[in-house]
């Protein structure tokens, strides 16, 4: 079965500018989910959906961050205006079910964001 | 606050050696805990999950083992190869799926 894609893979922008990140899950996964890794740390989650619904974004930057998923299946990122601390690798995981722990999570190749 | 550490933050071994990678948590009422691996440019594949109730899981050369009491867990890897060399990462999970990631232990294997 196809894996988790993201694109575009590499994005560089200057500060106070947009971008938008797309992530197609697995086919059939339920749950979705994004993660931001700054270099040298691990992932940290910023939200997840089940369906077309957010179960937690808790940790998400509400005030410059959004995210959907439209229709369950497909999901943006968007960063509105985008922050130097911004740079970080975004990666977007699904699962096949979410609901039940646990449940195995597949990683996307992500996409590396540099702001200037 | 429940946090993830890993050290050392990189390792780096002659093949053949064995090798024991580390990750500590705050708090020891986890579901699960389980163990990525991490290659540059690449997403993350889950190496090995252990649940609350387990106190180790095997895969291959692969061994991770648990213990909430001591709120440790330590991966440990027999005969390294060079195919080895990646970033190690430990997530736990308090809450349903959601992951606690750990930095990471940037391994290398030197031929």
């Known amino acids: 079965e196809a894996g988790v894609a993201q694109s575009p893979r590499y994005k560089i922008i200057e500060k106070r500018q947009s971008v938008a990140f797309w992530c197609n899950p697995i086919?059939?996964?339920?749950?979705l989910y994004w993660y931001q890794q700054i270099l040298g740390q691990g992932p940290k989650l910023l939200i997840q959906f089940q369906n077309n619904g957010v179960v937690d974004d808790s940790q998400l930057p509400k005030d410059r961050f959004s995210a959907e998923r439209l229709k369950g299946v497909d999901s943006t990122l968007k960063i509105q205006p985008a922050k130097l601390e911004d740079s970080a690798v975004y990666l977007c995981?699904?699962?096949?079910?979410?609901?039940?722990?646990?449940?195995?999570?597949?990683f996307g190749p992500g996409t590396r964001l540099t702001v200037l | 606050k429940q946090e993830v550490t890993q050290i050392p933050a990189a390792l780096s071994v002659p093949e053949g050696e064995n090798l024991v990678l580390n990750c500590s948590f705050t708090?020891?009422?986890?579901?699960?805990l389980q163990w990525f691996r991490q290659d540059p440019g690449k997403g993350l594949t889950s190496l090995l999950l252990?649940?609350?109730?387990?106190r180790e899981q095997t895969s291959g050369r692969l061994n991770a083992s648990l213990d909430k009491s001591s709120g440790r867990s330590t991966l440990y890897i027999a005969a390294s190869q060079p195919g080895d060399s990646a970033t190690y990462l430990c997530a736990v999970s308090w809450a349903g799926n959601m992951l606690t990631f750990g930095g990471g232990t940037r391994l290398m294997v030197k031929p």
């Open positions: 995981a699904s699962s096949r079910r979410g609901d039940v722990s646990p449940d195995t999570q597949y």
């Open positions: 252990i649940q609350s109730s387990q």
């Open positions: 086919s059939g996964h339920a749950t």
């Open positions: 708090d020891s009422a986890i579901y699960n």
